[in-house]
């Protein structure tokens, strides 16, 4: 494991301490206050610039919260969990690229290099581009602290910076045979000792369906806890989308592919019985192995119940009408 | 000299069973146990747990093989071992991990089969373990010796546990069932008396 030096870190209480305005999953905390008087699922989306309440989600939360400033620590808070240390975050990783060593992934990951960096973005598209790291810091980055559920029955709190994936894609204009978005990660093996392992068929690749794709709480980061993305945490362009397991949050992408057939993720064709598409957090249907019921927390240590779509269910669960998620897994 | 051997091979046995927990808590302790110690800890219990247990089936196939039967000596401790250590694994699990919060527990066994084949090899163990008390081990005679195959079916468990523990088919759960397969091969009877005759010994 590469020791962080001190003077490395963020210390939680300064960085939360920052007066600074964040845009982003403000309108989270004021959710489950809103839900009760708005049937419009759109009204509790993340809207830029909305004022991040304190109030918790927790069952017990029911009155609205006077509109605090809306940074960080109320965005942390309505997590109901601290966030994740920046040492954790940075040094407790799956990233099977690189190693199945949750804790050997940021040594080995540490000369990766993110620049120069292609990303892709083609098929059912009128527009298809490649842009650079360059072109992606051109979209306007916010701040969005989600909480991040492995399908492993752990969870991390983490403050992301960068944009709705909806604006890039956007730009690329997919046309109306798209149904689904297609991700694929750098496959180098030059770079990347863990390809060597059979473990998955590389190189890694994820799906979402275009609406999920489009949900504003979708987003590519570029970066975390204010700093450009550590390379081990899937450096320099990832997906993010909270309220599925993390494995669907695809790192270091190359490709962007708008597509008509759901593809086929690296996890399915590995066990298919075990992880579906949709792979969205959901306590009531336990892994074939282990149950999902709850969920260690990263950092903080204890562990904490787990939500159904980890707790952003007000904002996406309209996304899943009438689907059975017993079977869509 | 006998009895000079099988008290260092005790003292080699006490010395490995005990240093990893030492070592272990020191770590625990000077917090150099990675990013996620609780983590680190549930996974070296299990692991030391694992291999004192098949550790234990060893000295059975060794006179087998050889006719040297001096560690059959310290047998009776590396089952111990392997169950102190199991003890240790469960303890992390439901305190350290769980908080002892027996509802998350209870809903983690009943919705996993990781955790009800390691349940069940704890509970073999932990039997195999208040049996080895001599004068039990007198007192049951021939049912002793049955019962404690039992630990064949304990560590074919604990595999189990370790295999299902990871998203992917991982190297040393196979490698540990390779191993374990190997040994209780070695105990069928057709086969363990085809090796005594090969070191020229009477079946």
């Known amino acids: 494991m590469r020791r962080i030096r001190s003077s490395e870190i963020t210390p939680e209480h300064v960085y939360l301490n920052r007066r600074q305005i964040i845009i982003g999953l403000g309108a989270l905390a004021a959710s489950s206050a809103l839900a009760a008087c708005s049937s419009e699922p759109d009204a509790t989306m993340p809207a830029t610039q909305e004022p991040a309440g304190t109030a918790e989600v927790g069952a017990e939360a029911t009155a609205p919260a006077a509109t605090a400033g809306p940074d960080a620590t109320a965005m942390a808070a309505q997590l109901q969990n601290e966030l994740t240390p920046f040492e954790s975050v940075a040094n407790y990783i799956n990233f099977y690229e690189f190693s199945l060593s949750k804790d050997r992934v940021a040594d080995l990951a540490r000369d990766f290099r993110t620049s120069p960096w292609e990303l892709e973005v083609g098929g059912l598209v009128q527009n298809p581009k490649t842009f650079g790291l360059e072109d992606l810091l051109r979209f306007e980055q916010e701040e969005r602290i989600y909480r991040m559920r492995c399908v492993e029955a752990w969870s991390m709190v983490i403050p992301w910076n960068g944009f709705p994936l909806s604006r890039l894609l956007a730009e690329v204009e997919p046309t109306s045979q798209a149904k689904y978005v297609y991700f694929e990660t750098l496959y180098d093996p030059d770079q990347m000792p863990g390809l060597k392992s059979p473990v998955l068929d590389w190189p890694y690749v994820e799906g979402l369906r275009l609406d999920e794709a489009m949900h504003d709480l979708t987003i590519l980061a570029t970066g975390l806890y204010g700093e450009e993305l550590p390379p081990q945490n899937g450096a320099p362009v990832r997906l993010v989308v909270p309220w599925k397991y993390g494995f669907k949050s695809i790192k270091s992408i190359v490709r962007i592919d708008l597509v008509e057939e759901m593809p086929v993720s690296s996890w399915m064709a590995a066990s298919p019985r075990e992880y579906g598409f949709y792979a969205t957090v959901n306590p009531d249907v336990p892994h074939p192995r282990w149950s999902q019921a709850s969920e260690r927390i990263i950092g903080q240590g204890g562990r904490r119940e787990t939500e159904l779509f980890n707790g952003y269910g007000e904002q996406v669960a309209h996304l899943y009408n009438g689907m059975d998620l017993e079977k869509n897994f | ?203």
């Open chain 2, 1 to 203: 000299m006998r009895s000079r051997r099988v008290r260092w091979l005790k003292a080699v046995t006490h010395i490995g069973g005990l240093l990893p927990l030492a070592v272990l808590i020191w770590l625990y302790w000077q917090n150099r146990l990675g990013p996620v110690p609780i983590a680190a800890v549930i996974r070296r219990t299990g692991r030391y747990g694992l291999a004192f247990l098949i550790l234990s089936l060893v000295p059975t196939v060794v006179r087998t093989v050889t006719g040297y039967s001096e560690l059959l000596s310290v047998r009776r401790w590396l089952g111990l071992y392997a169950f102190l250590y199991a003890a240790l694994h469960f303890l992390a699990f439901a305190g350290l991990d769980y908080g002892f919060s027996f509802g998350l527990i209870a809903q983690a066994i009943g919705e996993g089969r990781r955790e009800i084949a390691g349940g069940v090899a704890l509970l073999i163990l932990g039997v195999l373990a208040v049996t080895s008390i001599r004068s039990l081990m007198v007192r049951l005679g021939k049912t002793w010796k049955r019962l404690h195959r039992g630990a064949y079916l304990a560590a074919a468990l604990v595999v189990l546990h370790y295999l299902w523990n990871y998203k992917e088919l991982r190297a040393w759960p196979i490698l540990s069932g390779i191993a374990l397969l190997l040994l209780l091969a070695a105990r069928l009877p057709p086969i363990a008396d085809r090796l005594r005759r090969l070191r020229g010994a009477r079946p």
